[in-house]
């Protein structure tokens, strides 16, 4: 319970202070390139939605019932959501990059969802940090 606590209360900071944040982050590249791996299935993980959606510091929003894929309303709140998990001067410090990455490659301890990514070379942790580095989107990938 102080773990959970602890990372509430140090998220809330991170969010407030002024490394974090989403002046350099793209929103049209979260939408094509970093929200699609929120719903990703990896065999034995549970998709990121399912428990971001409830009951975590790092929100969600909920689909609607039916949908496969955020409304752009829905995509907004997540980007804000996302961003505040983003240290924007010290990327390599953001805890959407640290949590699902595992401890040997870098990662920190803490993440009860399971590591997601064994190294900094698996494609979906790329993506996360390209947009954590102010990757912006091109004609492409909109």
């Not at 719903?39 to 689909?63: D, I, N, V």
């Not at 010290?90 to 959407?96: K, N, Q, R, T």
Request: aromatic share 10%; net charge positive; with cysteine.
């Amino acid at each position: 319970m102080r773990v959970a606590l602890v990372i509430v209360a140090a998220t809330a900071a991170f969010a407030q202070s002024p490394s974090g944040g989403a002046s350099s982050l793209d929103f049209e590249f979260f939408k094509a390139s970093v929200q699609p791996i929120f719903l990703a299935k990896r065999p034995g993980h549970a998709r990121c939605y399912a428990c971001h959606s409830t009951g975590t510091p790092f929100r969600l929003q909920r689909l609607s019932p039916g949908a496969t894929a955020w409304d752009d309303e829905q995509s907004r709140k997540n980007f804000t959501a996302a961003s505040a998990m983003v240290n924007t001067r010290e990327p390599e410090a953001s805890p959407l990059l640290l949590n699902p990455l595992a401890e040997d490659a870098g990662g920190n301890h803490f993440h009860p969802g399971g590591k997601h990514w064994d190294s900094k070379s698996a494609a979906e942790w790329k993506i996360l940090d390209e947009w954590a580095h102010g990757q912006k989107a091109t004609a492409s990938s909109k």
